[in-house]
């Protein structure tokens, strides 16, 4: 990681670049694959699933029993694991569900707002190198809280034609409706588009590679909705002389290790605490399975010392980190001047993996400088919010003038007409 001390912040934009993509030639080769599922569905579906997958599949749903299979073959300590993290999960986000509440503006006209789950919602999880079963928690818990009547879920099958079994565990215990053994663009356009067996969504959640992305914007230009704009995880550390380097290293490296395209960014206020961290992170990645992804991670990412607090929160809400940890003094005090992050970790005890996994909160988070504007996924990501009124006779008079004069002043007379109209008739 190449360490960086005390930088003038003409350098920071520079500084802080994410890794660079040309999306030009992506963007052609996504294109296509989207029209050719639009325009062919299943047919064009397992064609790729042919050429990316290398797996031909007749049929794509997965069956009863491929289910009940999958619940066999994990271990009774995985399993209660997955419940355990389900449980806080649910517990979290079903805190976020509220009561309708009508406010009466004026007398006799009363308004509210009432949340209506999004009938059908798609789901897509990776495959690859890490098969996210997590994230089918965290995207399905918060679906079904939401009163989503449909969850369809896509993944891409292995060589073998079958699903990890986590995968299908993870489905069955979040109230998934329906699993297809699709994965990457040819999956976000059958559910985009629909398919002879795949039913259209109107939303599409989930991470994915640079083609899962350029995919899922390309059809959110076409009317379909996505839960936001989402590159490679990143994850930013804040540390002073309270935070353990072991510690910092860990975390450093569990970001690096998701891909060659993840980034992390450590920001402390002494060159010895980048020293120290460097050397913990040499002396873990040597037992790292994944240790090829981390050290191309890592060619990417940067230690940045700031001796001047000011300067370090500045430069982090700069960032927008998707995952930022908090290893000082005083933690959450110096949260209280985040303003943009995806999700923050206060104190030595609070890993990222902790959030990614089990403490309740979500971990699909807005990547790449998104936290400025975006949330991370919640329940409110799986409702549309629907405003309500009723005026009574007493009510439409007293707003009447209101209306009938912002109405002309603006030249809609059939806006005005329709209030005078009532008034003329008189109650009843």
Request: aromatic share 6%; with cysteine.
């Amino acid at each position: 990681m190449q360490v960086i001390i005390n930088p003038h912040r003409e350098t920071w934009a520079d500084i802080l670049q994410r890794p660079a993509i040309d999306n030009s030639e992506l963007m052609e080769k996504v294109q296509a694959v989207l029209e050719d599922v639009k325009a062919n569905g299943n047919r064009a579906v397992k064609k790729y699933t042919i050429d990316f997958d290398k797996v031909m599949l007749n049929h794509f749903a997965v069956t009863t029993e491929e289910i009940e299979e999958a619940a066999d073959n994990l271990t009774p300590a995985l399993k209660e694991a997955m419940r355990q993290a389900a449980a806080n999960i649910q517990a979290f986000h079903s805190r976020q569900v509220t009561e309708p509440e009508m406010i009466e503006t004026m007398p006799g006209i009363h308004c509210w707002r009432k949340s209506t789950g999004i009938e059908k919602v798609g789901l897509y999880i990776p495959g690859g190198t890490a098969p996210l079963f997590s994230t089918i928690l965290m995207l399905a818990i918060p679906a079904h809280i939401a009163g989503c009547k449909e969850i369809v879920l896509c993944t891409p099958p292995a060589k073998d034609g079958r699903l990890p079994a986590a995968i299908l565990y993870a489905a069955h215990i979040t109230g998934v409706t329906k699993v297809f053994k699709i994965g990457g663009v040819q999956a976000i356009a059958a559910m985009a588009y629909g398919t002879e067996t795949v039913p259209q969504v109107y939303k599409i959640f989930g991470p994915g590679n640079q083609y899962v992305t350029c995919a899922k914007q390309l059809v959110q230009q076409e009317g379909i909705a996505i839960d936001m704009p989402a590159g490679p995880s990143e994850v930013c550390v804040w540390a002073d002389d309270t935070a353990d380097a072991a510690f910092v290293a860990a975390d450093l490296l569990s970001q690096a290790e998701h891909g060659a395209d993840s980034q992390v960014l450590l920001v402390c206020n002494k060159a010895a605490i980048a020293n120290n961290v460097i050397a913990a992170m040499e002396e873990q990645l040597k037992i790292l399975p994944r240790q090829q992804f981390a050290v191309k991670a890592l060619a990417n990412s940067k230690i940045i010392v700031l001796d001047n607090t000011g300067d370090a929160i500045e430069l982090i809400n700069r960032y927008a980190p998707e995952h930022l940890i908090i290893s000082c003094a005083n933690d959450t005090q110096l949260a209280e001047n985040i303003t943009n992050a995806g999700s923050v970790f206060l104190g030595n005890y609070s890993p990222e993996s902790v959030g990614d996994y089990a403490s309740g909160t979500n971990h699909t988070l807005p990547t790449n400088g998104f936290a400025r504007a975006y949330s991370g996924v919640s329940v409110d990501s799986f409702v549309k919010k629907i405003t309500f009124q009723k005026l009574s006779w007493q009510g439409l008079q007293h707003i009447a003038p209101t209306v009938i004069a912002m109405a002309e002043a603006e030249g809609l007379d059939a806006h005005a007409n329709a209030v005078k109209v009532r008034l003329g008739k008189g109650e009843g």
